[in-house]
């Protein structure tokens, strides 16, 4: 019987690493053997996780974050090619609120790559905070808005291009599927958990159309919010892939690929996939709905909470429920130990 044990993070409570650490040693304890994956789809704690591959750190170097204090990040060397977590700068952990926040930090770090992860952000602003950088003017009554955020977006009310300029050229990597705007969108998916009520969402959503027909209008690109991977990060790769020409392909796959870990899972038997809450989400984009779309033995799920209306995805789920929150190392032990006992009997 071989076992493989593949984590996510579990967002604001326990790191992909700490997850392992946890039900690896309850393992060693049953005299249970497995082999043990910390997975991404590029977005929060990538960086680490992708090091954890014995991929090496290219360069590390200070800049502001979206708090505007300054950070200390570091690129990766994956496969001859430079890697950077956005999450490092605009991360869900931010201090403001996703309002007051927005993606122009990235501007330095997006001149030293030539891939870069999304998902894992706290930011709503659909990248206006990067173009406003790169010389786009949000204007509002004839004036200038500087380094335009959420909040602001009401007042605007025309765009101007005359200064903007863009020599990115970068293949972005996106965590979900979901698109920016429509039906099940990035801002109603994701919004709860950045902080924005629903009222907010509808607001912040209509806003958001208005812009982009605003943009639309000055750049004439035809632009599309519905598309798939336009939603990951606030909407970042919105604007990344339409306005500013990056290529963009799913964060789970080319994780998968360049660590060659596509090719081990035909070595395991039972698969236990972690995750800190699983839902429909989960199996638009997300690592863990990649993997199991290529596992073929029994699926086990080990998590905060399963919550997908399908319940047969996993052969059977083990969860911390609502205590994880508070005790997520304990409740995740406990949950393991029940798992450790299915895994005894088979």
């Given amino acids: ?33 497995a082999d043990f994956f910390s997975v991404t789809d590029g977005g929060q704690e990538s960086t680490e996780i992708f090091k954890s591959y014995n991929f090496q750190m290219n360069e590390s170097f200070e800049t502001s974050n979206c708090d505007n204090s ?25 201090a403001k609120d996703s309002m007051s926040i927005n993606s122009g930090c990235l501007v330095e770090a997006t001149q030293k790559i030539e891939i870069l992860g999304t998902g894992g952000s706290k930011t709503v602003d659909f990248g206006i905070g990067l173009l406003s950088k790169l010389g786009m003017e949000f204007i509002s009554n004839g004036e200038t808005i500087v380094d335009p955020i959420p909040q602001n977006f009401s007042f605007i009310d025309s765009v101007k291009s ?73 909407g970042l790769t919105f604007t990344l892939n339409q306005i500013l020409g990056c290529e963009i392909e799913s964060g789970a796959k080319y994780f998968i690929k360049e660590t060659n870990l596509i090719k081990q899972l035909e070595n395991y038997d039972i698969g236990i996939f972690c995750e800190g809450k699983f839902d429909e989400s989960s199996l638009k984009g997300k690592i863990i709905g990649e993997l199991l779309k290529e596992f073929k033995g029994h699926r086990y799920f080990l998590g905060g909470q399963y919550a997908a209306e399908n319940e047969n995805i996993f052969t059977d789920y083990f969860q911390c429920g609502p205590k994880g929150i508070k005790n997520p190392k304990s409740s995740l032990e406990i949950a393991t130990n029940e798992l450790i006992k299915v895994l005894k009997k088979d």
């Fill in 162 to 234: 005359t200064n903007f300029k863009s020599d990115l050229d970068l293949k972005v990597l996106s965590d979900t599927k979901i698109p920016l705007l429509g039906k099940d969108s990035a801002f109603d998916v994701f919004g709860p958990q950045k902080g924005l009520s629903k009222e907010g969402i509808e607001k912040h959503k209509s806003e958001v159309e208005r812009l982009i027909t605003l943009i639309d209008k000055e750049l004439v690109l035809d632009l599309n919010p519905n598309a798939v991977y336009s939603g990951a990060a606030g």
């Fill in 70 to 94: 300054i950070s200390v990040v570091e690129t990766i060397d994956v496969n001859g090619n430079i890697f950077f977590e956005s999450a490092q700068l605009i991360g869900i952990n931010s």
């Fill in 1 to 33: 019987m071989n076992i493989a044990v593949f984590s996510d993070k579990f967002s604001g409570t326990l790191s992909a690493i700490e997850v392992l650490d946890i039900v690896q040693g309850k393992f060693l304890d049953s005299n249970i053997n």
